[in-house]
Structures are given as structure tokens and as C-alpha cells.
């Protein structure tokens, strides 16, 4: 369902692989929030198991016409499956969801009004099950929003955590931002859009808790720690991405001025980021 004037509200993307054990909880906890102009995107990166027949079946048992199922053709890895989704979203707000978490309550009006101050929101989770607990890293705060230089820092050495099913952003920070994601861009999808948002200096860091991640031995995020030689890799690669974001932000610059030049403005009124900043697009 959406509004009368054919427009959506806000984008829920989930990518699935093997996921039939937790996914139906999950549509449930998300679409309980979602409204009458909101959509829920799936993306299964073609699941050998059961995980397609359970959405389908979740789907018909709630009777919901905004969920959308697409089935890939091949396996792509779970960066690709995100990437997929996002292209077949319509909201102007954007938020992504793993398959086997569960949302906290209040979570997507709560992020819908973070991003209405910056182009990416960002905000904390607890361990499913464990009263609270959260994983090691120490939690956002909003003012981390007036940092994105520290926060950089911080991806590198590696405790700002930023994880994609807490996350979301505005549909003006997709085209020539977020997509199309990097080639080498294999993992950590989440890192790459938070670098996207500090580069641009248009990012919200919520007190929240938004999300109950659920850990077990198939989590596509890793939960041990990782080899030396892994760890270098990953650093290299955000350096990369760091740079990729710089390029295509001066690149958005650069054709905002181009079409003030040339008076082809866009409409309305400017976005700002936090503390009255133009939002770069």
C-alpha cells in the first residue's frame, strides 16, 4: 500500500541467505512498525534452504501487500543482496534490516526523525536475549555528529560501531553516494555508508538502542577476532572507501554548482545537516 499519490514513505531493505530459522520473527517485529506508506524490500541471495517458502508464507499468514520478495538468481554474498534491494526501494527514507534480528519498539518513527536532520542515521543495539547487553564497542552518541573526523578515525582503528541493521539514510544519498557500492566492497556495507555520511558531514548518532542483534554460529558478520592479515586488509580497504566517498562528494559538489550556474535548481528548500550545514548530495 502507498499514498494516494503513489509515493512511499520509508524503505525497509532485508537481504536473506539461509535465514528460514529466524526471518519470519523478524518481518514480524518490522512490519508491526511500519505505516500504511511504507514498504519492506526482500533481496533472498539465492538461499538453498527453506528461507524463500518461509517468507512467502509469512507474508500470506500476516496478509501484508507491502512486502516484496525477489529471489536472485545466483549468489552474490550479502553486500550484492543489500545493493539489490536498495535499487528496488521507493522511499525517501531508507533503512536496512538483517534477517535474524529483532527491531526494538519505536525504532522507525525514532530513526524517520533523525533523518530528517542529515542524509545518514545511525544508532546502538543490545544482544538478543541478554537483558541489555551490548558487544564491546563503546555506544554512539549525538555528539558524534559534530566529529565525522574523529569518527573516521575510529572505523580505522575499529570501535565506532557502526552495523547496517541500525542504520538508514535519505533516498538523496543513494544516486552518486551509496551506489553503486564499490567493486572491491565485499563486506562491511555498513562502514562504507557511514563513511559516506561523516565525509559528508551529514550524520546522527541516536542514544537508542534500535535494533536486538541475535548471535549464532551462522551471522554473516563475523563474531570472533579476526587474523592480523585480515584486520590490515579491512583497514586498507576503508582507506579506499574514505577516498571512493571524497570523490564522489566533490564529484555531487560540483554538478549542485553546475546546475546553480545554469539555474536549474532543485526544488524546495536546502537539506541541512547537524548544526545548519547544507546536506551535500
Known amino acids: 500500500m502507498t499514498a494516494a499519490d503513489g509515493r512511499v514513505r520509508a524503505s525497509v531493505c532485508m537481504a536473506t541467505y539461509n535465514g528460514s530459522a529466524y526471518v519470519a520473527e523478524q518481518i514480524e517485529s518490522i512490519v508491526a512498525q511500519l505505516g500504511p506508506d511504507d514498504e519492506l524490500v526482500i533481496v533472498d541471495d539465492c538461499s538453498p534452504d527453506d528461507t524463500v517458502a518461509v517468507v512467502v508464507q509469512t507474508i500470506d499468514r500476516l496478509g501484508e501487500s507491502r512486502v516484496t520478495l525477489t529471489r536472485a538468481d545466483s549468489n552474490q554474498g550479502y553486500v550484492r543482496a543489500f545493493e539489490a534491494a536498495i535499487k528496488r526501494s521507493r522511499g525517501r527514507y531508507v533503512f536496512l534490516s538483517d534477517q535474524d534480528d529483532v527491531w526494538a519498539p519505536g525504532r522507525h518513527e525514532r530513526m524517520i526523525e533523525g533523518l530528517r536532520s542529515a542524509l545518514v542515521v545511525a544508532g546502538n543495539h543490545s544482544i538478543l536475549g541478554r537483558n541489555g547487553a551490548r558487544l564491546w564497542y563503546p555506544p554512539l552518541?549525538?555528539?558524534?555528529?559534530?566529529?565525522?573526523?574523529?569518527?573516521?578515525?575510529?572505523?580505522?582503528?575499529?570501535?565506532?560501531?557502526?552495523?547496517?541493521?541500525?542504520?538508514?539514510?535519505?533516498?538523496?544519498?543513494?544516486?552518486?553516494?551509496?551506489?553503486?557500492?564499490?567493486?572491491?566492497?565485499?563486506?562491511?556495507?555498513?562502514?562504507?555508508?557511514?563513511?559516506?555520511?561523516?565525509?559528508?558531514?551529514?550524520?546522527?548518532?541516536?542514544?537508542?538502542?534500535?535494533?536486538?542483534?541475535?548471535?549464532?554460529?551462522?551471522?554473516?558478520?563475523?563474531?570472533?577476532?579476526?587474523?592480523?592479515?585480515?584486520?590490515?586488509?579491512?583497514?586498507?580497504?576503508?582507506?579506499?572507501?574514505?577516498?571512493?566517498?571524497?570523490?564522489?562528494?566533490?564529484?555531487?559538489?560540483?554538478?549542485?554548482?553546475?546546475?546553480?550556474?545554469?539555474?536549474?535548481?532543485?526544488?524546495?528548500?536546502?537539506?541541512?545537516?547537524?548544526?545548519?550545514?547544507?546536506?551535500?548530495?
Open 141 to 281: 552518541k549525538p555528539r558524534m555528529d559534530r566529529t565525522p573526523l574523529r569518527n573516521l578515525v575510529a572505523v580505522l582503528i575499529g570501535y565506532r560501531p557502526y552495523f547496517g541493521c541500525a542504520m538508514g539514510f535519505r533516498r538523496e544519498a543513494i544516486e552518486g553516494g551509496i551506489l553503486p557500492m564499490p567493486g572491491y566492497l565485499h563486506e562491511s556495507h555498513d562502514v562504507w555508508i557511514a563513511i559516506t555520511g561523516n565525509v559528508r558531514r551529514s550524520i546522527r548518532h541516536l542514544d537508542e538502542v534500535v535494533v536486538e542483534r541475535r548471535l549464532h554460529d551462522s551471522n554473516q558478520t563475523p563474531l570472533g577476532i579476526r587474523g592480523l592479515g585480515t584486520i590490515l586488509g579491512a583497514r586498507r580497504m576503508f582507506v579506499r572507501l574514505m577516498l571512493e566517498a571524497a570523490r564522489r562528494t566533490r564529484a555531487a559538489r560540483q554538478e549542485l554548482s553546475a546546475r546553480r550556474r545554469g539555474g536549474a535548481m532543485p526544488s524546495g528548500r536546502p537539506d541541512r545537516g547537524p548544526g545548519g550545514r547544507q546536506a551535500a548530495r
